[in-house]
């Protein structure tokens, strides 16, 4: 139940938080969505500044439920983030995708039917944030993920999200 109830919140928060700091997870895999399930405040919006917790006001939801609002979300379009991304670094970083990335991120990063979450196009402060992440050791990776990872360095990492946000 807990992992639904984070799912629900995932997709729930990317399509009420849409912005620079939030994924766009609206037509992410389901088993791809995963994290921890916090307070948040929100950045925009006719709630801007205040404190919720989706997953305190998910918890009394049945499954069917959150299976209802899971399919809703998750069967709506991917949007990309129209944003500034530097061309040269987006070049650098599409050699860097092709040499680590490209086995498990088909497509540059952009197939959702690839069960790795799709990366082109995500927001650049989001996906330096959960890169920042997975070298620190703060989010959890995939085994076969952790030498790749472990191989970047710091400009790497700005490579990378250069090039996924280069796809607009």
Not at 25 to 33: C, P
Not at 48 to 65: I, P, Q, R
Not at 111 to 134: K, N
Request: proline share 5%; aromatic share 8%; with cysteine.
């Amino acid at each position: 139940m807990k992992s639904n109830i984070r799912n629900l919140v995932f997709l729930c928060m990317g399509a009420l938080l849409y912005g620079p700091l939030i994924s766009n997870v609206l037509a992410a895999d389901i088993a791809t969505l995963t994290g921890p399930c916090e307070d948040i405040k929100y950045p925009a919006g006719t709630h801007k500044g205040e404190t919720s917790n989706m997953c305190k006001a998910a918890e009394n939801l049945s499954e069917e439920d959150i299976k209802l609002v899971s399919d809703h979300y998750a069967g709506k379009p991917f949007v990309r983030a129209k944003q500034t991304f530097d061309a040269d670094l987006a070049k650098r970083g599409k050699g860097i995708h092709e040499l680590n990335c490209r086995k498990c991120h088909e497509d540059g990063g952009s197939s959702p039917d690839d069960d790795a979450g799709i990366l082109a196009g995500q927001w650049m402060p989001y996906l330096e944030e959960q890169l920042e992440e997975f070298v620190s050791g703060k989010r959890p990776m995939p085994e076969k993920k952790q030498p790749k990872m472990e191989k970047l360095t710091e400009d790497d990492i700005k490579a990378l999200v250069n090039y996924y946000g280069s796809f607009q």
